[in-house]
């Protein structure tokens, strides 16, 4: 199969049908949908349709409870700890966030820490969700253990990315981030491709740094090593900053609502123990929201037309390349690799679906 | 002058009296001398005794206001924006955090943006004033703009860092970090000793990389040029991620307090115009604050016993090395350099102080 370009419809009609017959209502099937349809618009590939295959193993791993549904285990108006019931992490997470977002509507500030989940696809649609609604919005889960600490070599954090969207015009400031040098996702985009990841990246079974992407995932879903951390693997260049953000995320996620930590993740049969934590904040709570809003568009437009670096043309500000993906993407369709179209047709073969006639 | 240890007592003695004569009361001049001395003591030699001189300077050039009060200008159960109205940074960071921990106390959470303030020294400090209430804490602070943006050449964010402590045993959780890949005072250090900084930390005021420390204060102090965002220089190693981390900071401290963004912070005679964000959160409202505490504790002690890199015997968490410092420097003293030494010296004589009293 060569590589195709497929239309965002196309690709929805696909994605709601095949998790309708995994066993999704059809409510949940267009949430979930959305959730990876975001991702492949926003330009990042890694987390969209290119993981509808690890979601399929999961479901059949028994990670994910299709019909489950979340449950509020504590409150308070200001905050929430949810038992995610093994739910399919997209579902888990929008009604987590959707809480998060009525407290701080009523309370000016709404925390919900999840634990028992699964993974939730990209961080950034949650705290989407909030900046949608006018609101601040964070967003952070754990994951399977992937990235070392500074002088270690077991993965003992996740990936663990923060998600952090504050409303803005023409488009929300949309930063979203793996607290590691880069996410798993990205790996295999490189060893989907073929391509030698760059050195700093990740190591070997051995924890020797390594840039054949087939050893360097070995190593991740072997649990034997894994990858740096942002900043790398020592402390010149702060790779014990990105270890502590990774602590962060795992302390608001999987501590506080004493869930899985990441070194646990997917270590149990039938449950992996993913955790997720969501913020909204009400800017009014800090005064006139419209005010604080131009304030910061100003500041980006500043940053925007600062001086360049040598032979650099643009800066960009978070969500800009992500904006300007949604809107070329959507009206050109999406590049998918040959192999993401085997696996679709795979899926589709095992879910008793045409595969053709949905990309005709 | 030769590198001299001293005992913290005499440390105190000569910072509380030098800061009396610049016109801070006792209560003020104790609760500064705290926050000079906590970064000693932690290891931390960029941001304690080392900085004196910088805030005399700052002094003189009319940043600080000495006997100015902040003031609370807007108020909800779970926030406040503060003006600091060009007070000593340490001092409205003080009153700041104090009312967070009252709000968290109350409500839960306590979200404090402050405006119009100065230099605060190390951002753990005030993290540290909530983890030893039992609560979350979290400190940031804006700065003189010494960070450029990735594809950019002018400094546009400060080095913008974040502190997050958790209640723990031995000693809490607390990491405290620069967003950058290194802070300034680490360079002046690295300028004190006459020692080369490593490939990859700053730039000089051709926006080039360079290692020579003196060249990269200058091009930081001239405002053409600066330091790398954590991650570096590009994307490959995720120096986006760092320059969007230091954006979260920005919008936290100076777009929601309505103040001044790091790119204006020092620009304005009279006024330097750095802007803090305080929070605290009430582990009670996620649950059972104890089991959460044991919860992370265990991890901590997970992490610090898994397997170590090649050659390496140790993985340290964060806060670990600062409280082996501060029980170490306590007992044995700290060794200032004679270039410090030679600051303080000044420092007495233009204060009237006789340096060689304190220091026998």
Not at 248 to 260: D, P, Q, R
Request: hydrophobic content about 35%.
């Amino acid at each position: 199969m060569n590589s195709k370009v497929i239309r965002i419809d196309q690709l929805r009609a696909f994605c709601e049908e095949a998790f309708s017959r995994l066993g999704f209502n059809h409510s949940d099937s267009t949430i979930i949908t959305d959730v990876l349809l975001l991702s492949d618009l926003f330009g990042i590939d890694s987390h969209g349709i290119n993981r509808f295959k690890m979601y399929h193993q999961q479901i059949k791993a028994g990670y994910i409870e299709i019909t489950s549904q979340p449950e509020i285990v504590m409150e308070t108006p200001v905050s929430a700890v949810m038992d995610g019931k093994r739910g399919m992490g997209q579902l888990v997470a929008n009604v987590a966030m959707k809480i998060a977002i009525e407290k701080a509507m009523t309370s000016g500030v709404g925390l919900v820490t999840v634990r028992n989940s699964n993974h939730y696809g990209i961080a950034g649609f949650y705290s989407l969700m909030a900046s949608n609604e006018g609101l601040i919005g964070i967003s952070m889960t754990n994951s399977l253990a992937a990235v070392v600490p500074t002088f270690g070599k077991t993965p003992m954090m996740g990936t663990n990315p923060i998600a952090f969207s504050f409303p803005a015009k023409p488009h929300p400031f949309n930063f979203d981030s793996a607290t590691s040098v880069v996410s798993v996702g990205k790996i295999e985009v490189h060893n989907k491709l073929d391509q030698p990841i760059p050195f700093g990246w990740g190591l070997n079974s051995e924890g020797m740094d390594e840039q054949n992407p087939t050893e360097v995932l070995r190593s991740v879903f072997s649990g034997k090593s894994g990858l740096h951390p942002l900043g790398g693997g020592s402390e010149e260049h702060g790779g014990h900053k990105g270890y502590g953000f990774s602590m962060i995320v795992e302390i608001l996620c999987s501590i506080i609502s004493m869930g899985t930590t990441s070194n646990h993740v997917e270590k149990t049969a039938g449950t992996s123990g993913v955790c997720h934590f969501f913020a909204a904040i009400d800017p009014k709570i800090f005064g006139d929201s419209t005010a604080i809003q131009k304030h910061l568009e100003n500041y980006l437009k500043e940053i925007r037309s600062s001086e360049k670096a040598k032979d650099k043309e643009r800066i960009y500000t978070h969500g800009e390349k992500e904006a300007e993906s949604f809107i070329q993407r959507k009206a050109n369709g999406i590049v998918i690799h040959p192999k993401t179209l085997n696996e679709m047709n795979e899926l589709s073969n095992e879910l008793g679906m045409d595969f053709n006639t949905y990309f005709q």
